[in-house]
């Protein structure tokens, strides 16, 4: 019995004294530095009530506890090297948990505030009538579904052929200045491009003009260039031994393109235009100016104003009415409705990646 409780204290000294720390060294002193820190903080905040106990200034100073004393005891056991690499990794971490700290309040506040209205009611009624509690958010969600799939069929066609002239055909001053615009494109304000489609339609119709199809033209010049830049750098990884091949077979270019580039690619094009979709479809800026709002369910994208999801939830917020409780649980419902979807197609373009990727042997 002597022998094997021994046997376990003989590996982790042997472990110590062979220049390397064990697994479980970094986890445990990253606890004792908590500790440590936690046990500081509250002894600051020794006779107050439990609320004045700094949680933020405890994990900051158990966080730079941390990367002292791993360094030191690194340093000593093992070597200067890999004091620095440990250091750094902890920096990393650090950066990354920062980073990760505002998407998690995101979502867990929009989760909480939420889930109040998710009810049968409010996937299954419009705000038709409604000046207080009640109501639903069925008309925005038709009006987003409409608007974002015009706006898909819309800008897809045009960015992939843009794509496709620019990696095989494009040469000179001529795909220079597409790049150049495409590039100019990107990174326009939503809002611009709202003001560009309603001034256009303001001038063929009438000012004040508002309609879905104008909210779809609006998205389709966000997404164009989104699709044409990810679509773009898909086709230009495409092996041209690939593309020589098929000439030699007497295949013709554009039936090569079609049968060979765009197969081989057709995964990471899927997934380029999902993010895209998911890109504008929480846009609010441009879909107040083009598709307006309206509280009836409307069908018709060419005629009259359409709801949206975004511009719910920002009338909503905006315009609360007699109960602003109601008003804002609606917004926040909204708001979770539409990450959902974009959870959902985020999904689904991971899952058509997967799908139509192309098979490798061996596997």
Known sequence: MTTMTAAPVAANHASLTSGKLPKWAPWALLAASFAISAAVFAVAAAGTSLANFNIAGA????????????????SIVESRRKAIDRLMTALVATAFLIALLPLVSLLWTVVTNGLERFDAEFFSHSMRNVVGEGGGIVHAIWGTVLVTLTATVISVPIGLMTSIYLVEYGRGKLAKGITFFVDVMTGI???VAGLFIYAVFALIFRPGVSMGFMGALALAVLMTPVVVRGSEELLRIVPNELREAAYALGVPKWLTILKVVLPTSIAGIMTSVMLAISRVIGETAPLLLTAGFTQSMNLNIFNGQMMTLPVFAYNQYMNQGTSPDAAVARA?????????IVMVLNLLARLIAKMFAPKVSGR
Do not use: D, F, R
Not at 59 to 74: E, H, N, P, R
Not at 332 to 340: G, Q, Y
């Open 59 to 74: 994990a900051i100073v158990g966080i730079l506890l941390y990367m002292v004393i791993i360094t030191v005891i690194s």
């Open 189 to 191: 304000p939503s809002i």
């Open 332 to 340: 926040w419902a909204a708001a979770l409705t539409l990450i959902l």
